[in-house]
């Protein structure tokens, strides 16, 4: 028996590129771009970020626009930056590298990706997939062939439901029932900074600051006008002088504050309010939650019922508190009568998901067939990587 190559797996997020040796347990995660800190000299690429101290009006040079790599330039420069630290080697002769694209990918991205894996990198065998495919992968069996794969990450948030066919180890779209909201983490970060920055202080160069105050203090409430009333919701939060303070956080109640600090309330449970309507921020478009109970009323009437019984959270913003268990709250009221049970998974970690499907699947006996291979594509050209658009 000839063993697989080793397989590295990319998930080539809009916000955050996660990566990482299949066997790995987890991937490394950061910012998919190339930063600078308004006090520092030195650009800063991709996983960098983690040891630099003093992220103060951070800027940023991203990849990704809207969740589709536009800037190739950017981009292979992380790629290389992040190949060279899973892989100190630089040897890609004998290693197949599994990359996510964002659903209805540009051809001619995926052609200058395609591209840059052999004829720049030179990797043995390449896998290009959209992220619901991966998302879905093992949440599936012969008794529940239908998922549907809610996606909530940096640049948008898709709804696609998915049914395992017996042509394919991986579960394909139901294509005319994927639905798209323009709303993600970047939308709900910079509504955060516009909020912070009339109320309080100006925090309109903080974005990286902001980020994090969002992950640290904003919930999504069962109900928000409830919520917003509530004596226990405000609080304060220390921002960061990376200097006595490297990091922001909530202020103990026997802390004393020594830099600059901000008043949060009705922020905390506004800001993720976006997520189901968003409208407050002038997007005309459904929530989440309409959004997936439309996307899974047009698939076929008897599947529907598995769909509904079967619906999978993932991306970095499903890791708001209290998301799952809203979602799951709206769409069985919103469920036909005759759905008899509605469920929302919540992986243990959300915004790794799509990575850990990527990874079971490059460990599957089928993985190799599935491949391009860099002699396939030496031969054939880039019209061989067609195979994982029609795929």
């Known amino acids: 028996m000839v063993d697989q190559p080793r397989a590295l797996i990319l998930d080539n997020g809009g916000g955050f590129l996660k990566a990482g040796l299949a066997q790995a347990a987890s991937p490394i995660s950061f910012p998919n771009a190339i930063m600078k800190s308004k006090r520092g000299r030195n650009f800063i690429i ?34 290389n930056h992040t190949f060279k630290q899973i892989a100190p080697d ?16 540009f ?43 809610v996606e909530t990450g940096f640049s948008f948030t898709h709804v696609v439901p998915l049914v395992l066919t017996s042509s394919s180890i991986l579960p394909r779209a139901v294509r005319s029932a ?25 925090l309109s160069d903080e974005f990286c600051v902001v980020e994090r105050m969002k992950e640290d203090v904003c919930f999504v409430a069962p109900r928000c006008a409830t919520a917003l009333k509530s004596p226990t919701l405000a609080l304060e939060y220390i921002l960061p002088d990376f200097g006595a303070v ?95 049970s509605v469920n929302v998974t919540l992986p243990s970690d959300p915004a790794a998901h799509v990575w850990q499907g990527a990874a079971a699947f490059s460990r599957a006996p089928q993985f190799a067939k599935s491949c391009v291979t860099k002699a396939d594509y030496e031969e054939h050209g880039p019209s061989v990587c067609a195979k994982f658009t029609s795929a």
């Open 178 to 202: 994927i639905r798209r909201i323009d709303v993600g983490g970047k939308v709900l970060t910079n509504f955060l900074l516009e909020l912070v920055s009339y109320r309080a202080l100006d």
């Open 107 to 149: 051809p001619s991205i995926q052609e200058t990706m395609d591209e840059m894996v052999f004829e720049d990198f030179g990797f043995a065998s390449y896998f290009r997939a959209p992220t619901y495919r991966f998302a879905a992968f093992g949440m599936q069996s012969a008794e529940q062939p239908c998922t549907a794969v």
């Open 90 to 105: 630089d040897d890609f002769s004998a290693t197949s590298l599994v990359v996510t694209e964002p659903p209805f990918n």
């Open 246 to 340: 490297l990091k922001g956080h909530v202020r103990a109640p026997d802390e004393i504050v020594r830099t600059q600090a901000v008043r949060l309330a009705t922020e905390r449970c506004w800001v993720p309010e976006t997520l189901f309507a968003p409208s407050a921020v002038g997007i005309h478009q459904m929530g989440i939650s309409d959004c997936v109970s439309e996307s899974l009323s047009s698939t076929h009437t008897d599947l529907r019922t598995l769909f509904f019984s079967n619906v999978v959270l993932c991306g970095g913003s499903a890791r708001m508190p209290g998301l799952a268990d809203r979602l799951r709250a709206d769409l069985r009221r919103a469920a036909p009568a005759d759905i008899p």
């Open 46 to 79: 991709g996983s960098q970020i983690n040891n630099c101290i003093d992220v103060a009006g951070l800027s940023y040079r991203r990849a990704c626009e809207k969740g589709y790599a536009v800037n190739m330039d950017v981009q292979r420069t992380v790629w």
